[in-house]
């Protein structure tokens, strides 16, 4: 079973245990739900791990998940989950998959008009509502029966599904087998290319450039990868193979002389390349992935380097996030590329969940305040910010709320004394339906800031999203909007917004929106990144991190950034802490 297969077990386990009893089974959903997001996000098969002895290397894989894989990939099944799942239709898994279904939901509508066959349930599900009839069920009505219509056939045509890889998943993939080629003494230099080397949000096959001047030897030590399940081709000077996960693997090897025109070419983009082309005709030039002819004489010329060959052009080097034929080229030739924002640049992260019990509305952090401190010294920041998620304002009085962040900051200052590093007071607080904040008056104004999201309720119309955002931001506490788009790589298209209206007000306002680093979110996307700065509104990158090690994702979000165009000065977490002290009282 791959990784996927196997994360998709495990969400069904969880989800039987919801159904059956969420109180009771509380401990295994929490688990087996942190085991599939590990397996899912993880670079490496768990049979590869299996084979390997490391189990127990993939995060939130105790004694107990650990017996269960072993058990899976021994006979294909696990017994104990047979048993949690008995008495549960597939076709309520099926129903799982559209992203408004939670399995309580799934449950109701399968049971309820007897739904047993998972091949036909999207269908069946939407037959049901066309006809009116979900509508009656009791807690769900007109307005739910049309939301759940409108998410089926939008499911359907392909809306928050892609078979493409998460960038840092493929990332990770091609370093590993980059690091494999490395091993060989003929490899002299190997690259990523394609739309992973410009750092696209979503990857598809992936593909590798080596530089060498014995191609025989180094496709044979690239088909020898550990981890490859089965040969595709093997060349002369190209090979692909399938690795144990299902995804493709493409080589591509020349000797020094060539590497630069390789890496040029194939990096691409295709709209880039044309563009260049273009461009180089009018010189009477010819390029392609071994150089760059003269039609005039009918010499070619190789480049061992990029600069080189975008030189012999007469342009500037182009970073490969750039090369999307939207202005790039054209910038080039006129010297005026943008100095690109780099992680170094980077002096904080503000958006930071600690495991200090604020009593949160969902997803608590893992790692304590001064593990999160020492983790951003590490990282040679200055400053950082906690956003733990607003306490649940179902389970807590006004008063409750205000002391427990009291409590926090109080916490939050002891370690900033005895550690002697600067902490914002933040939180990451939901915007309600109506717009209001889930924290009362009291308890913002006991913070520096606070980051505002949208963690429910995501099927609103594109102006009623609209209107709910910009009102939540209005607070004057409100300062950072995270994760704009709601989107979920792979799983979650995401809300409308308009975004000329929300890019406008924050300009006016003095408001910030982020750029999630998170491997599912990397949201805004780059595209809307790019607008956001023409239009000067100020941005930030966040990592969203629950735990630690996962502030060092900022490498993502500041690819995603440079892929917008930013500039260090674009960004607001390059500043100094007296400078972002004034942006958030402003």
Not at 59 to 84: A, C, M, N, S, Y
Not at 120 to 131: S, Y
Not at 268 to 289: I, P, Q, T
Request: net charge positive.
């Amino acid at each position: 079973m791959t990784n996927k297969e196997i994360s998709k077990l495990f969400l069904e386990v969880a989800a039987s245990y919801t159904i059956k009893n969420e109180k009771k089974y509380r401990f295994q959903i929490i688990a087996y739900q942190k085991a599939a997001e590990a397996i899912e996000g993880s670079p490496y098969q768990v049979i590869d791990l299996y084979k390997e002895g490391k189990l127990d290397e993939i995060p939130g894989v105790g004694p107990t998940i650990k017996l269960r894989l072993e058990e899976l990939i021994k006979t294909g099944r696990v017994k104990h989950f047979d048993d949690v799942k008995k008495g549960i239709s597939p076709a309520v898994f099926r129903l799982m998959e559209i992203p408004s279904f939670g399995p309580k939901k799934a449950y109701k509508i399968a049971t309820e008009f007897n739904l047993k066959n998972e091949k036909t349930a999207l269908e069946d599900v939407r037959k049901l509502a066309i006809e009116g009839k979900i509508e009656k069920i009791e807690g769900f009505g007109k307005k739910s029966e049309e939301d759940l219509l409108t998410a089926v056939e939008e499911f359907k045509k392909g809306k928050g599904k892609t078979t493409k890889m998460i960038l840092p998943y493929a990332l990770e993939i091609a370093n590993d087998i980059i690091d494999h080629l490395k091993k060989h003494k003929a490899v002299l230099d190997a690259k990523p290319l394609g739309s992973l080397r410009r750092m696209k949000s979503m990857v598809g096959d992936i593909d590798i450039a080596v530089s060498t001047n014995n191609p025989k030897e180094v496709i044979e030590h690239f088909t020898n990868y550990p981890r490859r399940q089965r040969l595709i081709e093997k060349g002369a000077i190209t090979s692909s193979f399938l690795t144990t996960g299902g995804n493709q693997v493409d080589l591509m090897v020349l000797p020094p002389s060539q590497f630069g025109s390789l890496l040029q070419h194939f990096t691409g983009s295709k709209d880039h390349n044309v563009s260049l082309r273009e461009f180089a005709l009018g010189k009477n030039l010819s390029l392609n992935e071994k150089g760059i002819k003269n039609l005039k004489t009918g010499k070619l010329t190789k480049y061992s380097t990029e600069e080189d060959f975008y030189k012999a052009l007469g342009m500037q080097w182009i970073p490969p996030e750039l090369r999307e034929n939207t202005g790039e080229i054209e910038a080039s030739k006129n010297n005026k590329l943008p100095n690109l924002v780099e992680v170094k640049d980077i002096k904080g992260d503000f958006h930071l969940h600690s495991s200090f019990p604020v009593e949160e509305s969902h997803d608590p952090g893992k790692s304590s305040i001064e593990e999160l401190v020492k983790k951003a010294r590490g990282l040679n920041y200055e400053y950082i910010g906690l956003s733990e998620h607003n306490p649940s304002q179902s389970k807590h009085t006004n008063d409750q709320i205000v002391r427990l962040l009291e409590k926090r900051n109080k916490e939050a200052e002891k370690v900033e004394k005895r550690l002697n590093f600067k902490i914002f007071k933040l939180m990451e607080t939901d915007i309600l339906p109506n717009g209001k904040l889930a924290l009362p008056q009291d308890a913002l104004k006991i913070l520096d800031a606070t980051i505002v999201s949208i963690h429910s309720v995501f099927i609103m119309k594109k102006e009623d999203m609209t209107k709910r955002v910009i009102e939540g931001l209005s607070h004057p506490k409100a300062k950072i909007l995270a994760h704009p788009s709601g989107r979920l790589l792979g799983k979650r298209a995401g809300y409308e917004l308009d975004y000329d209206l929300l890019f406008d007000f924050c300009k006016k306002n003095n408001k910030a929106i982020e750029i999630n680093a998170h491997p599912k979110r990397l949201d805004l996307d780059d595209s809307l990144v790019k607008i956001a700065i023409e239009r000067g509104v100020m941005l930030v990158i966040n990592t969203d991190s629950h735990e630690k090690d996962q502030m060092d994702l900022m490498y993502y979000g500041v690819a995603i950034a440079r892929r917008g165009w930013a500039e260090k000065d674009d960004i607001i977490n390059t500043m100094s802490y007296n400078e972002v002290l004034d942006f958030f009282k402003k």
